[in-house]
């Protein structure tokens, strides 16, 4: 009597073992306190150690004081070394990423001293922006709250132009009123920068450590802003749609050769 073989049986398919830990220890959306304070946060979430990085409105430094020298390679410039943010000096496609922060209040931008905005609580931001003498007259002919855009838009088109495909794009906004009209900056540059090919990564509120003042008030018409935003972009390669385009890791590439702008530290 022949002895029947039973047929192998297909193994058990392995369980799916989560990874990770559980922690509350996470960067959130929402910081309260200082540009220092949370810039290197972002960073640490979205451009790895080694990454080129060029800060096209460096000013005094402030957002980089709590970022440890040598964990990436800074190429700082702004109007005080010459270089205007809508026309750097690096070859294209040879930047990792790129911190856009440029004034963010149309008053800021207005042609002559005596109208020119940034009194009381803002005295510190026209210092900042006027670090290398007088604030520049805005770009093109757009007035009021839409010089603002337009330099927004137009340094952005030159950040794509210096980011790698991939490359991230760290700009800091605000929303403000202008003319009696509340304009939401930050929706306006999400919209304009997808129409110039870049992927809204990430978004950070950053709310302020103490109450903004008031010189003369008569009537409050719109609540007073007390927070700001820090925007992640992410460039998306010629021929694919920003659509479709979903968050890729930033792969830092080669330096770009005889940078004279290196600070890597």
């Not at 080694?50 to 430094?61: E, F, L, S």
């Not at 605000?174 to 929706?187: I, K």
């Not at 972009?233 to 890791?249: C, H, I, L, N």
């Amino acid at each position: 009597m022949s002895e029947e073989i039973a047929a192998p049986q297909p193994a058990a398919p392995a369980k799916r073992v989560q990874g990770g830990v559980a922690t509350a220890d996470v960067v959130l959306s929402a910081h309260a306190g200082r540009n220092a304070e949370l810039f290197p946060r972002i960073l640490a979430l979205h451009v790895p150690p080694g990454a080129i990085i060029a800060d096209v409105t460096y000013g005094q430094g402030v957002f980089w004081q709590q970022v440890p020298p040598g964990r990436y390679r800074l190429l700082p410039s702004d109007l005080a070394t010459g270089t205007d943010c809508r026309a750097l000096p690096h070859a294209d496609a040879s930047i990792d990423a790129l911190v856009l922060d440029p004034p963010y209040m149309e008053g800021l931008l207005r042609e002559k001293a005596e109208t020119r905005g940034g009194l009381g609580s803002h005295v510190g931001l026209r210092a900042y922006y006027a670090a290398g003498g007088e604030t520049p007259s805005a770009p093109g002919a757009g007035r009021w709250h839409q010089a603002v855009l337009d330099l927004y838009l137009a340094a952005a088109a030159e950040a794509r132009r210096v980011l790698r495909d991939h490359g991230i794009l760290i700009v800091k906004c605000q929303d403000e009123v202008s003319a009696n009209r509340q304009e939401l900056t930050h929706v306006q540059i999400v919209t304009g920068l997808a129409a110039l090919g870049f992927y809204a990564r990430d978004l950070f509120v950053l709310l302020r450590a103490n109450r903004p003042g008031v010189a003369r008030l008569k009537r409050q018409v719109h609540a007073r802003k007390n927070h700001s935003y820090f925007l992640v972009f992410q460039k998306v390669p010629d021929g694919q749609e920003v659509a479709r385009y979903r968050t890729r890791v930033l792969v830092p590439g080669a330096a770009p050769a005889g940078d004279p702008a290196d600070r890597s530290g």
